[in-house]
């Protein structure tokens, strides 16, 4: 199988550039991957619909990976609860090595095909979950091994990478599959790579929650009150809702604690 996120660059002698020459050509590439993902929708689609039916029966999403593809998960797992109001173990990211390798590369943590499944079965997996192998390469053994006991036990899988015909591709049950070319620096899959799978982990999890009903119109209506941005801009949904003044719409809030009960319970 070639790897198309090993291919060498379309650029070379990086080091002879100017600043500006490399930030225009950086700035280049970047402008295809949103192209790369648009191809994908149709795939990202019949996944969210899959997930979706799983999740409303009480099923969680578990996000797995390593190195840049494990970070991103996490990232976007960790994202779900003060955003969107939803608890923790809904959207769960899991990084080979552990948490530890969120900040410090953990070595040879990847190559493990049995600690994957271990990590899941933490959590007590079971049918009702979806699990998501996140791998630029599409043949990470965390990710894979993880993948194929999945499968093994009817939990339904999903995939992210950038390499066709790559295992994860192949092996997942829904696989979404961005080819965004050689990367900028040549095998540095966390510049475009690394972007396609967040963009594509933005619409995974943005539309679930949607579908789930966590958004009202188009307004965060159970994001958690965190901090005084998200308190104001608590407010301002009230206000723009209700019709109330601010200060009318901040005693709601500071007495209620919730948007979303806020606007369902309010009497003139």
Same mark, same amino acid.
């Given at each position: 199988?070639?790897?198309?996120?090993?291919?060498?660059?379309?650029?070379?002698?990086?080091?002879?550039?100017?600043?500006?020459?490399?930030?225009?050509?950086?700035?280049?590439?970047?402008?295809?991957?949103?192209?790369?993902?648009?191809?994908?929708?149709?795939?990202?689609?019949?996944?969210?619909?899959?997930?979706?039916?799983?999740?409303?029966?009480?099923?969680?999403?578990?996000?797995?990976?390593?190195?840049?593809?494990?970070?991103?998960?996490?990232?976007?797992?960790?994202?779900?609860?003060?955003?969107?109001?939803?608890?923790?173990?809904?959207?769960?990211?899991?990084?080979?090595?552990?948490?530890?390798?969120?900040?410090?590369?953990?070595?040879?943590?990847?190559?493990?095909?049995?600690?994957?499944?271990?990590?899941?079965? @933490?959590? $007590?997996?079971?049918?009702?979950?979806? #699990?998501?192998?996140?791998?630029?390469? =599409?043949? %990470?053994?965390?990710?894979? *091994?993880?993948?194929?006991?999945?499968?093994?036990?009817?939990?339904?899988?999903?995939?992210?990478?950038?390499?066709?015909?790559?295992?994860?591709?192949? @092996?997942? $049950?829904?696989?979404?599959?961005?080819? #965004?070319?050689?990367?900028?620096?040549? =095998?540095? %899959?966390?510049?475009?790579? *690394?972007?396609?799978?967040?963009?594509?982990?933005?619409?995974?999890?943005?539309?679930?929650?949607?579908?789930?009903?966590?958004?009202?119109?188009?307004?965060?209506? $159970?994001?958690?009150?965190?901090?005084?941005?998200?308190?104001?801009?608590?407010?301002?949904?009230?206000?723009?809702?209700? *019709?109330?003044?601010?200060?009318?719409?901040?005693?709601?809030?500071?007495?209620?604690?919730?948007?979303?009960?806020?606007?369902?319970?309010?009497?003139?």
């Amino acid at each position: 199988m070639k790897k198309v996120t090993e291919s060498s660059s379309k650029y070379d002698h990086l080091e002879k550039m100017l600043t500006s020459e490399l930030l225009v050509n950086i700035n280049n590439e970047d402008k295809t991957v949103a192209f790369a993902v648009e191809k994908e929708l149709p795939a990202i689609s019949a996944f969210v619909d899959a997930c979706f039916e799983r999740m409303k029966k009480g099923g969680r999403l578990f996000y797995m990976g390593a190195g840049t593809s494990g970070r991103l998960g996490v990232v976007d797992a960790s994202e779900c609860p003060p955003t969107f109001g939803v608890d923790h173990g809904i959207v769960v990211g899991l990084i080979a090595g552990g948490d530890k390798a969120i900040r410090k590369a953990v070595e040879f943590a990847e190559d493990d095909t049995e600690q994957g499944w271990k990590d899941l079965t @933490e959590y $007590d997996i079971n049918i009702n979950d979806t #699990v998501v192998g996140i791998a630029a390469s =599409g043949t %990470t053994p965390y990710v894979m *091994g993880a993948l194929r006991t999945c499968k093994e036990n009817g939990i339904l899988t999903g995939g992210i990478t950038c390499n066709p015909g790559s295992p994860l591709a192949v @092996e997942s $049950d829904f696989s979404m599959v961005p080819e #965004v070319g050689p990367e900028f620096v040549t =095998g540095s %899959t966390r510049m475009k790579s *690394g972007t396609a799978q967040k963009l594509v982990l933005n619409m995974i999890s943005t539309s679930l929650m949607i579908k789930l009903g966590r958004v009202k119109g188009n307004k965060m209506v $159970d994001m958690q009150l965190s901090n005084n941005k998200l308190v104001d801009r608590g407010v301002k949904m009230i206000q723009e809702a209700l *019709g109330l003044d601010y200060k009318s719409a901040e005693k709601l809030l500071t007495e209620i604690g919730s948007v979303r009960k806020v606007i369902e319970n309010y009497k003139k």
